[in-house]
């Protein structure tokens, strides 16, 4: 699928045409998402398996808890919250996605959804028809590996809250693993935006919010960052890293 499609189309219907620019062969993602490791050939089969989805707005979600399990999404822009809502209505916070990250995996047991997936800004993702790709992946071992990869970094990172670690270990670990998820992207490893508030920040270290807010102005007081608003800049890495825990350095 080509831009040029969507131009010869009638100019008073309003598409999203990156639906029809971006294929998994020249998504600049490509290396972070399923598709790493695949050749041009399983890439070609690949993309006849992927859906494009159309653009959300922040606030939007993506699938709600109980919604029957039909596929994987993989964030193709914006981020993208996962939480969950306990029977006493309070929120818990469980992840922040990226571009290049799967979503949905907490379906596949169960064939419901288990969690809440809603987006932080203007979001859209890539709609992986789940039986499409586990079947895919039977015939492509590279394709196998790679999902096998992407579920034990998943599983990886919703152990990492369960020490026994500060506020200050948590909340660098946290800006670190964002540093990093950053660099993976071509974007600044130093200087970024922080999409989701601070209470979201809190809710998913498992901290108080007043906390995290302490503990944004005692690094910002002490030259580790700069904080403007929502814009972060890590000013002092190696303080930052001297700061975490090793064990915390993929909580982001």
Excluded: W
């Excluded at 890439?43 to 399990?69: N, P, W, Y």
């Excluded at 028809?129 to 492509?140: E, K, M, N, R």
């Excluded at 670190?176 to 490893?189: A, T």
């Amino acid at each position: 699928m080509i831009c040029e499609e969507a131009l010869a189309l009638e100019s008073h219907r309003r598409l999203d045409t990156s639906r029809l620019c971006i294929a998994c062969s020249n998504c600049s993602l490509r290396d972070l998402c399923v598709p790493m490791g695949l050749d041009r050939q399983d890439l070609a089969r690949l993309d006849a398996v992927v859906q494009k989805s159309g653009t959300i707005q922040s606030g939007d979600h993506l699938f709600s808890v109980g919604d029957e399990f039909h596929a994987l999404y993989a964030v193709r822009s914006g981020c993208f919250k996962t939480y969950t809502i306990d029977r006493a209505g309070r929120e818990q916070v469980l992840g922040f996605h990226l571009p290049g990250e799967l979503l949905g995996l907490d379906a596949i047991a169960s064939a419901r959804h288990q969690c809440n997936a809603i987006a932080l800004d203007t979001a859209s993702s890539c709609v992986m028809p789940f039986q499409d790709i586990t079947q895919l992946a039977a015939q492509v071992p590279s394709l196998q590996r790679q999902m096998f990869r992407l579920l034990s970094e998943n599983i990886a990172q919703s152990h990492a809250l369960a020490g026994d670690y500060s506020a200050d270990e948590r909340l660098a670990a946290f800006l670190l693993g964002l540093s990093e998820r950053f660099i993976r992207r071509g974007y600044s490893s130093t200087e970024f935006n922080l999409t989701m508030p601070r209470r979201d920040i809190a809710n998913y270290l498992r901290l108080a919010t007043e906390t995290v807010s302490r503990v944004f102005n005692r690094f910002q007081k002490n030259g580790l960052i700069e904080v403007e608003r929502r814009q972060i800049r890590l000013v002092d890495l190696e303080g930052l890293r001297d700061l975490a825990s090793s064990a915390l350095l993929q909580v982001a």
